[in-house]
């Protein structure tokens, strides 16, 4: 068994950012528009008049003051409400393949690696742009990189799960240095027309290189002490789009076919769920919360990373026990809790220990102990 060691990370910026009041702004047209459209059926009690978005709700419920996006003008349109990306002809690099080969551009270079030297991609991510071929295959071929590459979805915790199975491979040895990479385009899944979660997400790309510890200089990196994943299966976020949708007859425009939740069920179960899973997780490594210097949690909500540090330390959530980056990203789904290491881990030093925790649908949780070499 070979010792595993994150050598780089990189992160992919999109193009555009949307504050709250232009979110709310355009989601408050739609509003406007809908109820002139339906007053007669709304008089008749046929349909149900929709209510305004507030900035005000979103910053007190959530935390989240801003996203990125990959197209602003069509989310904003209140007569389209979801981003216009054009589709590519199949010569071209794919739209998720180009945002992680930028951002495992950027973790190589941290690595001091180049991109021919990887051996394994994991594409993990809440969702994949086509059913195949895998993206992984396209992501591995535009990198030039060696061995094999497979597409994987655990929703929110797909990086924790692609981080413990590039763990593995380096540490059996059937893979030397092998990539985890997350592009989330979750504005596409999203339903922007539905005021419980139309500010919740937000896109972007990750990427994480797992490497042999003795292929890394000495003083690079973090050791990684240990993976744990668990699941346990709940309808309270789900999505139903998938390829049996033609045989149903049904459109992608119904409302189960994008992001549904039961936020509140979700906040109240998860919590207890995560903070259990880091408490026995550390603890199987012989170690105590108190021990641990920095905790990069999932970015879903401000309030769910409160309690869990709370349930963890018995202390509020600060900037250095638990960076927020929620407030900027929004909820990118897998990705959040990477952005959280890869934006506040430098500062620390040799020997500092840290946990990467990701939460959600599945519900799923995945957790990754490391120590600063
Ligand atoms: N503006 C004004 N008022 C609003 C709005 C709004 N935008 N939205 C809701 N309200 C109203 C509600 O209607 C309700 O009114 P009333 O009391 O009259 O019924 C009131 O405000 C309170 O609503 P909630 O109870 O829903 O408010 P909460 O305080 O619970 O906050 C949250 C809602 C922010 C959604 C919160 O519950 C939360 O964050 N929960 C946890 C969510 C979570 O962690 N989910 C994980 C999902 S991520 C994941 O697993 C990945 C999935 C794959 C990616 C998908 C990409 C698209």
Known sequence: MHPTVISGTGLFRPPHTISNA?????????VERFNAEHAADIAAGNVVALQPSSVEFIEKASGIQNRYVMDKAGV?????????????????????????????QMACEQA????????????????????????????????????????????????TFGIEQAVN???CGSARCALVVSPEITSAHLEWRDRDCHFIFGDTCTAVLVQRAEDVPAGRGWDVLGTQLATQYS????????????????????????FRQEGRKVFK???????AHIEGHLASLGLQPAQVARFWLHQANLGMNQLV?????????????????LNEWANTASAGSIIAFHQHSADLTTGALGLICSFGAGYSVGSVAVKRR
Do not use: H
């Open 269 to 275: 179960e998860v919590v207890p769920i995560a903070a």
């Open 309 to 325: 540090i709370k349930r963890l330390l018995g202390s509020d959530v600060n900037e250095s026990i638990a960076p927020i980056i």
């Open 76 to 104: 904003l349109d209140p007569g389209r409400m979801y981003p216009r990306i054009a589709p590519r002809p199949d010569e071209q690099a794919s739209l998720m393949a180009e945002m992680a080969v930028q951002a495992t």
């Open 112 to 159: 001091g690696v180049p991109t021919s030297q990887i051996d394994a991609v994991y594409c993990a991510a809440a969702n994949m742009q086509r059913a195949y071929p895998a993206m992984a295959c396209e992501i591995q071929a535009l990198l030039g990189a060696k061995g094999y590459g497979f597409d994987m979805n655990v929703a929110c915790s797909s990086a």
């Open 169 to 171: 491979a380096v540490r």
């Open 235 to 258: 309808n309270n976020i789900r999505n139903n789009f998938g390829f049996l949708n033609r045989c149903e007859d049904s459109t992608w425009q119904e409302r189960d076919k994008t």
């Open 22 to 30: 232009e979110l709310v702004e355009a989601f408050n047209a739609y």
